[in-house]
């Protein structure tokens, strides 16, 4: 016997959640290509340090404004579907779009500065705000798993649950890449610099 169910209330309640958790997203991204912009160092290796820093978090930034996309349309087509086909109303879900632009980096390179107490700190700064990020898809897909059990019961549930998996366990393999990435260039600029 197969049941089906979707609990208009819970689904938007879940929607409700996914979008503070994709806004709380979005500010971690905004401060962190901030942050690989605006680190105070100066002259030539500077620019090409900075531009590559925020670089990746601008291409990280998109990348998980593409899944939060896929996992509001999955969700929004498949609790839609089961929903009219019970009787009721579409369902729609549509998260914040994650507009995170390149910034401008200060291009002086008249003046070589280089301090090591701003280096590390935006390197335990990359790697809070990518825990922050990493902790927020994850509870999202805690909170999809708690649905299906009062809120969202059927096969619908299921195959949503299965893609939305799929998708929250891409990202956190980008956010486990872009970390490593980014405080690795970090690392090695200390190294080049003399300061660890």
């Known amino acids: 016997m197969t049941t089906k169910q979707t609990d208009r209330v819970l689904i938007r309640k879940f929607g409700e959640d996914g979008i503070q958790l994709f806004d709380e997203i979005e500010a971690q991204l905004k401060e962190l290509v901030i942050e690989a912009a605006e680190v105070p160092y100066r002259g030539a290796n500077a620019l090409e340090f900075k531009t590559k820093c925020a670089t990746?978090?601008?291409?990280?930034?998109?990348?998980?404004?593409?899944?939060?996309?896929?996992?509001?349309?999955?969700?929004?087509?498949?609790t839609t579907y089961i929903a009219q086909a019970l009787g009721g109303e579409p369902i729609t879900l549509e998260p914040p779009a994650?507009?995170?632009?390149?910034?401008?980096?200060?291009?002086?390179?008249?003046?070589?500065?280089a301090e090591s107490a701003p280096l590390v700190t935006l390197r335990g700064s990359v790697q809070s705000r990518c825990d922050a990020v990493e902790?927020?898809?994850?509870e999202n897909m805690s909170n999809l798993q708690a649905l299906g059990n009062e809120g969202w019961i059927g096969p619908e549930y299921d195959e949503t649950l299965g893609e939305v998996s799929r998708l929250t366990t891409s990202i956190v393999e980008e956010v486990n890449q872009t970390r490593t990435v980014m405080m690795t260039d970090i690392s090695q600029q200390l190294q080049a610099l003399g300061m660890e």
């Open 56 to 78: 990746h978090a601008v291409n990280f930034a998109g990348q998980c404004s593409r899944i939060m996309q896929a996992i509001s349309a999955v969700v929004t087509e498949n």
């Open 98 to 113: 994650i507009a995170v632009e390149m910034p401008s980096i200060d291009a002086d390179t008249s003046v070589e500065m």
């Open 135 to 138: 902790a927020a898809f994850n």
